[in-house]
T-cell receptor, first 110, second 112 residues
Framework: QKEVEQNSGPLSVPEGAIASLNCTYS??????FFWYRQYSGKSPELIMS????GDKEDGRFTAQLNKASQYVSLLIRDSQPSDSATYLC??????????FGQGTRLTINP | DAMVIQNPRYQVTQFGKPVTLSCSQT?????MYWYQQKSSQAPKLLFH???????NEADTPDNFQSRRPNTSFCFLDIRSPGLGDAAMYLC???????????FGPGTRLTVT
C-alpha cells in the first residue's frame, strides 16, 4: 500500500462548479497535511495546510481532515479555468519528511 | 519578498559532465531540501539539511552530492550525469515546526 494515495484523474469539472479532490494516507501517526498546486512545468505551490480534524477554509479552498478515516480532501468552490493544474496531497510521515501522493490532474472546462 | 531562488532555471549538460545547481533562500528557514521530479511523477526527496545536519535518502544515488555552506545557500552536485538524471530539480525550505515546505521555481536539467 502506498503511503499517500490519490486518484490520478484526470478530473474534469465545469467552470463555476465545486471540484473535490481526495487523498488517503497509511501512517496513522501523521499529524500534518498539505495540498500543493502544480502547474505544468512549474514547481509545487503550497495552497493549504491542515493539522486538526475538521474543515479549514481559505478563500475558495476548503481542506477537510478526518484522522479516524485517514482521509484528507480539498474542495475548490466556483472553479475557474486558472485552477486547472495537478494537485499534490502531502503528509508529514516519520522522520518529519514530506511524502507526496502521485497527484490528481484537474481540468476546469469553460 | 522572502523567497527561494534557484539558479540556473535551465541547465543543459553533456553525459558525464559534472554539474552544480544552486539554491538560496531569504526565508531564514532551518531546513533545506532537494527533490528530483520527473514528468508525471511526484517529487522524490534526495537530501535534506536540518541546519548543518545532512540527511541522505537511502535510495539517493552516490552520483548526487550536496553542500550547505551556510543557512542561506545549498548546492546539488551531480558528478557524472546520465540520461536518466534529466529531470526538474526542486529546492524547498521549511522551519522545523511546522514543516510547511516552500519550493523554489526549480531547475530543468537536460542531459545530452
Amino acid at each position: 500500500q502506498k503511503e499517500v494515495e490519490q486518484n490520478s484523474g484526470p478530473l474534469s469539472v465545469p467552470e463555476g462548479a465545486i471540484a473535490s479532490l481526495n487523498c488517503t494516507y497509511s501512517d496513522r501517526g501523521s499529524q500534518s497535511f498539505f495540498w500543493y498546486r502544480q502547474y505544468s512545468g512549474k514547481s509545487p505551490e503550497l495552497i493549504m495546510s491542515i493539522y486538526s480534524n475538521g474543515d479549514k477554509e481559505d478563500g475558495r479552498f476548503t481542506a477537510q481532515l478526518n484522522k479516524a478515516s485517514q482521509y484528507v480532501s480539498l474542495l475548490i468552490r466556483d472553479s475557474q479555468p486558472s485552477d486547472s493544474a495537478t494537485y499534490l496531497c502531502a503528509v508529514i510521515a516519520g522522520a518529519q519528511k514530506l511524502v507526496f501522493g502521485q497527484g490528481t490532474r484537474l481540468t476546469i472546462n469553460p | 519578498d522572502a523567497m527561494v531562488i534557484q539558479n540556473p532555471r535551465y541547465q543543459v549538460t553533456q553525459f558525464g559532465k559534472p554539474v552544480t545547481l544552486s539554491c538560496s533562500q531569504t526565508l531564514n528557514h532551518n531546513v533545506m531540501y532537494w527533490y528530483q521530479q520527473k514528468s508525471s511523477q511526484a517529487p522524490k526527496l534526495l537530501f535534506h539539511y536540518y541546519d548543518k545536519d545532512f540527511n541522505n535518502e537511502a535510495d539517493t544515488p552516490d552520483n548526487f552530492q550536496s553542500r550547505r555552506p551556510n543557512t542561506s545557500f545549498c548546492f546539488l552536485d551531480i558528478r557524472s550525469p546520465g540520461l536518466g538524471d534529466a529531470a526538474m530539480y526542486l529546492c524547498a525550505t521549511s522551519r522545523r515546526d511546522p514543516y510547511e515546505q516552500y519550493f523554489g521555481p526549480g531547475t530543468r536539467l537536460t542531459v545530452t
